[in-house]
């Protein structure tokens, strides 16, 4: 081979070595800003994820602060309550039924009785509507007698 075939691959193969490297220093610059690039979806992924969830720690903390407000009403009223019959209790007098509690067994009559129709309309539910017929009787009688004692003036 001549000098001068020597000095052109010489030249073409620092070339090509100089390509190549710059190709593959491309290459990895471009991985590198790809891993960068879901690096930083999966940070801002997270964040989101996390501001989620401190919504979500937020939320639970002021229904629990409802939830308590809510029993400690319940609380007070069931305190009440008690001693309100206790009260009761105490006065052999005072009539144990009123006129409210007379109006809640007569919708419960009416309710028995809506019942007995919607079961009248299904085959197979006899038993469930003999059951409410009665039921709704016997809360008439009940209603009657609450009804009759509060009248006379007699506690029930």
């Not at 491309?26 to 690096?39: E, P």
């Not at 939830?67 to 009403?73: E, G, P, S, Y």
């Not at 009248?120 to 009787?137: S, Y």
Request: aromatic content about 4%; overall charge positive; hydrophobic content about 45%.
């Amino acid at each position: 081979m001549q000098t001068q075939h020597l000095i052109i691959i010489a030249a073409c193969s620092i070339i090509g070595l100089l390509l190549m490297a710059y190709f593959i220093r491309r290459a990895i610059v471009r991985t590198f800003a790809r891993m960068a690039a879901i690096h930083t979806a999966e940070l801002n992924l997270r964040r989101e994820h996390i501001a989620e969830l401190s919504s979500h720690i937020a939320k639970l903390i002021r229904d629990r602060k409802d939830t308590k407000a809510r029993r400690r009403q319940e609380i007070k009223n069931l305190k009440d309550a008690y001693l309100s019959t206790r009260t009761l209790m105490q006065d052999p007098d005072a009539p144990i039924f009123g006129k409210a509690d007379h109006q809640l067994l007569m919708q419960v009559h009416v309710m028995l009785l809506l019942a007995k129709q919607t079961w009248h309309a299904m085959p197979g539910t006899e038993p469930i509507k003999l059951k409410a017929e009665t039921q709704a009787q016997k809360v008439l009688e009940l209603a009657d007698r609450i009804s009759n004692a509060l009248q006379q003036g007699v506690p029930a």
